[in-house]
């Protein structure tokens, strides 16, 4: 049985189609970017049309590899979708939306404290609650008329289906909308009447049918069923869950580095923008986050070049240290400015290398934080290549660090919840060996030094 995923990411929105074993058969791929804004609608604006319209044509190229029997979801989190019966109703916004002057100090007073929901405040519109705020505030006859408010996953359910539904993990993804350790919608919503817009809660590994109309559209059978999906770091603990007992920790790469600890019991600190995730099974993960991806690529440039321990010796040596923050978002440095301290590297090695010292050396800070149990396991953008675990495993001598075999965990997640309930393949996993770079030890003590300033 083929299972065809959208995974629709920050930076690049993917269709990857998978047979029974989890081998990837097929993928289409290109570039995610916000809408810009303009009078009518003055904030960016998820560009969904320019999805449905890429993902209806690779399920069409992809069915002619192998018969799609099921379709399932995979979104990058803080991000929803009002509906009426037409559609969005106003068109969704990209959370880097830096427009909520307005309405902050509302919102702020009526926000659930960090205690109930375990969602730190977050800039821009990285608590969607800000945004639906936003969207009552500003467009009041337009938020009368919504049906639902979707999470990112159940807006493209509701494309493929015709089914109004929530779920747990993207409801209880950082946005105040969810009491994770009650499993209920949060004060807020109760206190703003959203109730009437948050659809039945159904699991992730639901299925429903496709509707005859886009069946047709994207070329597959029209008894092709389709999952209803989850928030893409959660979807990326899916194949570890399913494969391991007891405690680990997952190393989440991409345009985000989140870093997750099942079963850990370390307080969270929203000071540090730590927060709880809610797995797929609605169980609280602690979880912390930087915007590593975007961060490596603000120092390594559009180019980074392929580096080895020798490259990160040099930077080591040379006495050169980023210190955060490349980004405004997320993190427990998002509200200082990035800075290269020592003589910048000029090489596209050099520069490479400085990024991943950087992204290495936050992570381990906050895995630290985290007091992450058991094995660590990357997976995502920087396990395509070795420098980011050797690296991190580098900085922790002590700890088993593993690399997932497949980098796409978060579709590869997507994907086994069309099997859900049978058996599936264990995660395939490799042990990482750290790589020797001398005088590392020192330099990272020297840039945690510096980093908390």
Known sequence: MSVAVLDVGKTNVKVVLFDDEGAILGERSRPNAALPPYAQWPYPRLDVEM?????LASLAQLNRLAPIAAISIS???ASGVMVDDNGPCPPPMDYEFDGFGEIDAEYDAIRPPFAETLSPRAPRGL???RCVYFYERRYPALFARARALLMYPQYWLWRLTGELASEVTSLACHGDLWRP???????LVVSRGWSRLIPPLRQAWDAFPIRPGVAGAAGVSPTTRVHCGAHDSNLSL???ILSREGAFSVVSTGTWVILMAVGGRAPLDPDWDMLANVDVMGRPTPCARFMGGREFAALAGERPAPIGPDDLAAVVASGAFALPAFSDQGGPFAGRVGRIEGAAPQTPAGRTALATLYVALMSHLLLEKLEAPGDWIVEGGFAKTPAFAATLAALAPQRRLLLAANPAGAAEGAARLAHWGGPQAKAETHLVAPWRVPGLAEYAARWRKLARG
């Open 75 to 77: 979104t990058h989190g």
């Open 127 to 129: 608590n969607l609650g």
């Open 238 to 240: 899916v194949p570890h």
């Open 51 to 55: 999805i449905w319209g890429f993902l």
């Open 181 to 187: 350790y009650e499993a209920a919608p949060s004060s």
